[in-house]
Every structure is written in structure tokens, then in C-alpha cells.
């Protein structure tokens, strides 16, 4: 029997070729591609960092910060400590330049005793129980203008006797702005101060008092302490520890 002949359901009930078989379900379609959501785009391929640009910019700053300090451009530009004092020139008629590390409450708490007068200046007291007496044509508040006090410079702690520091116009505006009161003195800012002083006479073992409590005690290292009067004052800063003033050493201490 030809193809032709056959029936039509054996027709229709035979498969065609590359069909599936009859019973299977049908093929599902291909799956689509989920469309990403409004807005929101692929997150970005990570690229393998590369050195260069900001990192070699700071890292040329972080070597030039370390090199700098120990090279001959460092050294000029890295100040140097004051001078030691010249006390070759602390001598009756000389003039030479001070530097002295004070707190306000100095004013009120440093004193000396000694019978003797520099050009109408003398310490607080005659006598460690006789204090010198007022001038009655003296106002009432000069700052201890012609009154002597006991000071060790700055760095070398040398011993000396200056009388009205505190009349002086840079002194006189620091004591204004910071008044002692009722504080301690280890509560206040200690700072220095730069005086061209000139030289007055000495004094033999002046009895000296560090302190509002303190005792009366000569110093037994300078037997002669030179007295000397200041002409012109100005703060100057202190180096803080352990780093010195400075452009290079203060951005060192910021790294």
C-alpha cells in the first residue's frame, strides 16, 4: 500500500522526522534575559590598581619630609636655640641683651631683701622683717616700677636681680591679660621674654624668696648678684619638647 493510500490517522499519528515523539510536552521556549531594573546600571569591572598619580605624590612628600630635616637646607631653615647669656657684660655700666622664663604670678610671689638703692630702685624689703618704705608721691599701682626682683635666665639659669620688668609695656599688658588671682602658678602659661637691660651695680648675698611661703635664703652658687634695669621688652616664643620652633619640624610633628 502506497504512502498515498494509507489512512489518514496513520498519517497523522506518524511523526515527522526531527519531531519529538508523541506523548513528550512540548519544548519550552528559550529562556530571556532578565532586563535590569529602571536606573540601576552593571556594577563596574574592577581594574587591577596601578601605582602612580596621588600615591606618588605623596610618597615624593613623605621622602622629602625625611630627607629635608638632615640636609643642609634643613639646617638653615630649622632655627637654632638663643644664645647662651654673655655674662661678660653683666657688669656696672654694661648693657646686654636677657632672656627670662616667667609666669605671671612672678609679679606678686618674687621678692628680695637688701638695704641698698640703684637709682631709686630696691628690692621689697630692707631686712628679711623690714619692708622698704612707700614713697608717698608713688601711685598706688606702677607694676612695681622701681622695685628689684631675682630672675634666672632662660636656658642657663644664671642668676640675676631686674628691677620694674613688670612696668615694662610688653609685661605689663601680659599681667593684664592673664592676671594670677587666686591660681597656681603651675596653672598658668609660662612664656619668655627678650629685655636690652643695663647694668646698675650688684649685690652682695641678697637674701632671695621664690615664693609667697617660701623661706628667705641667699643663693650660695652667686654670692654677687648684678642688678640691672630693663630699657625695652618683648615676649618671644618658648620651643615646646621635644620639638623646637620651626617650619620643618612643626610639619613633622603633624604627619
Not at 490517522?9 to 510536552?25: E, F, H, R, V
Not at 556594577?43 to 600615591?55: D, K, Q, S, W, Y
Request: charged share 20%; proline share 15%; hydrophobic share 35%.
Amino acid at each position: 500500500m502506497s504512502e498515498s493510500e494509507k489512512p489518514a490517522s496513520a498519517q497523522a499519528s506518524s511523526p515527522s522526522p526531527g519531531s519529538p515523539p508523541p506523548g513528550s510536552p512540548p519544548p519550552s521556549a528559550p529562556a530571556k534575559p532578565k532586563a535590569s531594573p529602571k536606573g540601576r546600571r552593571p556594577p563596574p569591572v574592577e581594574e587591577t590598581p596601578v601605582i602612580g598619580g596621588r600615591f606618588l605624590v605623596a610618597a615624593a612628600i613623605i621622602g622629602g619630609l625625611t630627607i629635608l630635616p638632615m640636609s643642609p637646607i634643613g639646617a638653615t631653615l630649622e632655627p637654632k636655640e638663643p644664645p647662651r647669656s654673655d655674662v661678660s657684660k653683666w657688669k656696672t655700666g654694661g648693657k646686654a641683651t636677657i632672656r627670662i622664663t616667667l609666669v605671671t604670678a612672678d609679679f606678686a610671689t618674687l621678692a628680695c631683701a637688701a638695704d641698698k638703692e640703684f637709682e631709686g630702685k630696691h628690692c621689697t624689703n630692707k631686712t628679711e622683717s623690714e619692708t622698704w618704705p612707700r614713697d608717698p608721691n608713688a601711685p598706688l599701682d606702677d607694676n612695681k616700677a622701681n622695685v628689684i626682683q631675682p630672675y634666672r635666665t632662660w636656658l642657663d639659669n644664671r642668676l640675676m636681680l631686674v628691677a620694674g620688668l613688670w612696668a615694662t609695656p610688653a609685661l605689663a599688658m601680659r599681667l593684664h591679660i592673664e592676671p594670677p588671682a587666686n591660681l597656681l602658678p603651675e596653672k598658668l602659661a609660662r612664656f619668655v621674654t627678650e629685655c636690652e637691660v643695663r647694668f646698675v651695680g650688684e649685690l652682695d648675698k641678697p637674701k632671695l624668696r621664690w615664693g609667697a611661703g617660701s623661706s628667705w635664703n641667699a643663693d650660695p652658687n652667686t654670692p654677687t648678684v648684678p642688678v640691672a634695669i630693663p630699657e625695652s621688652c618683648k615676649i618671644i616664643p618658648e620651643p615646646s619638647e621635644p620639638c623646637p620652633e620651626g617650619a620643618i619640624c612643626a610639619l613633622l610633628t603633624r604627619l
